[in-house]
């Protein structure tokens, strides 16, 4: 017997396939909990049967990409949801990119969607989901569509990254718009040609590894591709199949640790090869045909194009951020600092280990004053509500006083609870 609600994974057998986070954010709003309720129980159960191994923090931003992601965490998740309702959650292409691409989480990012897509599933009475292509950082517009993915509400501008399950999926977790409706009718502009789409070969990806999942033994990584085509490819230049140069181009992206090249890499030489993506990591080398000549590297496309590293003065980027930090009011977290300073998180780590400790010191500092303060308010006001004559005219019940106090202070909800029952025992039952 499931444990949980049968809840089917949706999309499946297709290129739009729902992502593990977009799953269990459905899963948690049908049971009426929060993520973290959910995730707790689903904890309580796999410790009865010692089957929890790995725990990571999956809240906030984070915890979607990391859902979103292939990772020991996510699955995990993926088998404990499969066993506890007995649905199928297998995503091939995740499982596809994994084995052939070195690092593929790193492409993969947060929730966005596409609110035309939204507004259709609605029209044919179907929940609203995130699909796991969305995800893909390389995929800026609607493959259906070809409108571009949005990532913030257009109403109050909030990202959607809440694990409270309030509302179902689809309408804003802030102000609960719908966001399968836009501010303003579209243009020609903001639909893009499909000649100038750049993700059809992730498309592709998504679409065949979708239906040829008893295929998947025949799939291979980009350093197996590289090396077989190399060592077999010398005598096809004497009868003009194809150029020195390409087999050059091949030799130099041979790692010394074998390992399978990033997406951005394998993308760019699937391109100057003329040759799809999906069909350079599974054709046999006997109906490949490399090309006589390749694409110049300098004239990829702006998406894929090789970008140079720019040269940084860490001293004045030091002082910069030192600048950055006193202009704020508030002490900003390591995210924030990175996001204003315009810096990877892990430059500042590698180049300013003491700094990122005192910033990240500071706003852990800030945040536990911050609580405290609100703590304090909440008491203040539970107190203020049983005893304070502005307040005689309502029932004094602890119902009551959270629907007065919540609309007055807009705390959250379960510090006002809280509050308010140690305020209402201190009073009526202190005998």
Request: hydrophobic share 35%; with cysteine; proline share 4%.
């Amino acid at each position: 017997m499931n444990k949980l609600f049968p809840i089917p994974l949706l999309g499946q057998g297709t290129a739009d396939i729902e992502s593990l986070s977009s799953y269990v954010l459905r899963v948690a709003y049908e049971h009426g909990v929060s993520v973290g309720t959910l995730f707790s129980a689903v904890i309580e159960m796999s410790k009865a049967e010692s089957r929890l191994e790995y725990h990571s923090d999956v809240s906030g931003r984070a915890g979607i990409e990391i859902l979103a992601r292939v990772n020991k965490c996510s699955s995990q998740w993926r088998r404990l949801f499969t066993e506890l309702t007995g649905q199928d959650l297998f995503c091939g292409a995740l499982q596809f990119l994994s084995r052939s691409v070195y690092c593929i989480s790193t492409d993969i990012g947060g929730i966005r969607w596409c609110p035309e897509c939204f507004s259709e599933m609605s029209r044919i009475d179907m929940p609203r989901y995130i699909k796991q292509i969305w995800h893909m950082k390389a995929v800026d517009y609607c493959p259906l569509h070809r409108t571009r993915l949005e990532s913030v509400c257009p109403c109050c501008g909030s990202v959607q990254h809440s694990m409270r399950a309030e509302t179902p999926l689809g309408w804003c977790m802030n102000c609960d718009f719908n966001l399968g409706e836009r501010k303003g009718p579209l243009s020609l502009e903001d639909i893009q040609p499909s000649w100038e789409c750049m993700s059809l070969d992730l498309v592709e990806i998504f679409e065949k590894t979708a239906r040829d999942l008893e295929d998947m033994h025949c799939f291979r990584t980009s350093d197996i591709f590289i090396r077989d085509t190399t060592s077999t490819s010398e005598d096809w230049v004497g009868d003009g199949r194809t150029s020195c140069l390409a087999i050059e181009v091949l030799r130099t992206l041979r790692t010394p640790q074998r390992q399978p090249l990033k997406l951005i890499s394998l993308r760019r030489l699937a391109y100057m090869m003329n040759m799809s993506l999906y069909e350079m990591l599974t054709s046999p080398l006997n109906v490949l045909n490399l090309p006589a000549q390749i694409i110049d590297v300098k004239t990829l496309p702006d998406q894929i194009k090789i970008r140079k590293k720019i040269a940084r003065n860490h001293q004045s980027e030091y002082q910069r951020i030192m600048l950055i930090l006193e202009s704020q009011a508030s002490p900003p977290s390591l995210k924030q600092l990175a996001r204003l300073a315009k810096l990877s998180v892990g430059y500042l780590e590698y180049r300013f280990p003491g700094l990122v400790r005192k910033v990240v010191d500071r706003h852990k500092a800030y945040q536990d004053q911050q609580y405290l303060k609100r703590r304090y308010r909440a008491q203040t006001a539970a107190l203020k509500f049983f005893i304070d004559d502005r307040y005689s005219a309502y029932s004094q019940s602890r119902k009551e006083a959270y629907r007065v106090l919540r609309e007055e202070t807009g705390l959250p909800k379960w510090l006002l609870k809280d509050a308010i029952q140690v305020a209402y025992r201190a009073i009526y039952e202190a005998d």
